[in-house]
């Protein structure tokens, strides 16, 4: 039931909490040649009672969407996805209740190199599952200039 | 620090010729797929045998030109009839466990080889065909600025640096794998 009753015993209808959580936050991550820089960490967390299992070919983070907004408007381009390559057979990621998932992601990824001038972006990642955008509250990314 | 020798085109048409790791006779459609890009890719999975006997499952699209990165890596680009690629995971690893060794150190790679990356459980997210290796002096690992023809996903395919496949670009990470093909491959055929 989506309603919460006031003091007045009148119903007042509240949103529905979304299943799954997702945030994304900065991350130092260094390979082995190095640190990367532009890198952060999507949490995917199950927020409702039940398991929830998301059905995947690629990755689970073939359904994020990370929209990246410059000085000038939108400079992202395609979709995080469009990178991957499938499998034959689906994989499953299950998430028990408030269990969490996490996986670095490069937050300018969807952002051809061409298009990456100094300046303050926006990141804006959301995840799209069981049909309903779920959105991570954004992240800001500087690239400085040249030294 | 020097790139390593001549550059491959990394486009060869090895899939089709008497060099292909796939005995092209044998494709069999199994049946239709769509691949779940935000821009579903539609098209059919079918079975092919391998010259060294076993069975992979490739992908080939309706619109007879879309692959992605495996197609260009094992050269099912090129097979008779329109683009095949193997998929990501056992597939991959049925290919390479029968027509590939690893190449260590990696500092040893050469034009030609193939690199592989590992993802989660026995998943192979990605393949390239290395075209320019570097190597610093004294270091075991390929360099940044190693060039490779890749095919990232539906994105088109280019020769590019390994710094972008690994750094904030592409995020294949660095658990690659070097990989050069086997002649006894080529001697079952």
Same mark, same amino acid.
């Given at each position: 039931m989506n309603e919460a009753m006031t003091v007045s015993g009148a119903p007042v209808t509240v949103p529905a909490r979304p299943p799954l959580v997702c945030r994304l936050r900065p991350k130092a991550v260094a390979s082995r040649r190095g640190p990367v820089p532009h890198m952060g960490e999507v949490e995917l967390e199950n927020h409702s009672t039940l398991p929830l299992e998301i059905e995947y070919?690629?990755?689970?983070?073939?359904?994020l969407e990370l929209v990246v907004r410059g000085p000038g408007g939108v400079v992202s381009e395609g $979709?995080?996805?469009?990178?991957f390559s499938p499998t034959r057979e689906p994989a499953v990621l299950r998430l028990l209740p408030g269990e969490k998932f996490t996986s670095d992601v490069?937050?300018?990824?969807?952002?051809?190199r061409d298009k990456r001038q100094p300046g303050t972006y926006t990141v804006q990642a959301a995840y799209r599952f069981q049909g309903v955008r779920v959105p991570a509250e954004p992240l800001t990314v500087e690239l400085p200039g040249e030294p | 620090m020097a790139h390593d020798g001549p550059r491959t085109?990394?486009?060869?048409?090895e899939g089709a010729g008497?060099?292909?790791?796939?005995?092209?006779?044998?494709l069999r459609e199994v049946g239709p797929l769509t691949l779940p890009y935000q821009q579903p890719v539609s098209g059919k999975v079918f079975a092919v045998e391998l010259v060294a006997g076993a069975t992979v499952e490739v992908f080939r699209p309706d619109d007879g030109l879309f692959y992605f990165c495996h197609g260009l890596t094992f050269g099912?680009? $090129?097979?008779?009839g329109g683009p095949v690629s193997p998929f990501s995971g056992r597939n991959v690893r049925t290919i390479l466990d029968n027509h590939y060794r690893r190449v260590e150190?990696?500092?040893a790679a050469a034009p030609g080889d193939i690199l592989v990356w590992r993802g989660l459980?026995?998943?192979?997210?990605h393949s390239a065909i290395l075209t320019g290796p570097a190597v610093r002096a004294g270091e075991k690992h390929l360099d940044f600025s190693t060039l490779v023809q890749t095919k990232?996903?539906?994105l088109p395919e280019a020769e590019m640096t390994l710094e972008r496949l690994t750094g904030?670009?592409?995020?294949?990470?660095?658990s690659l794998t070097v990989f050069r093909r086997e002649e006894t491959g080529r001697v079952l055929s």
């Open positions: 070919t690629m990755t689970p983070l073939q359904f $979709h995080f996805s469009d990178r490069a937050l300018l990824a969807t952002v051809p | 085109s990394g486009t060869t048409a008497p060099d292909s790791i796939f005995r092209w006779e044998t099912g680009k $090129h097979a008779p150190p990696e500092s459980d026995e998943d192979t997210p990232n996903g539906r904030d670009e592409f995020l294949y990470g660095d």
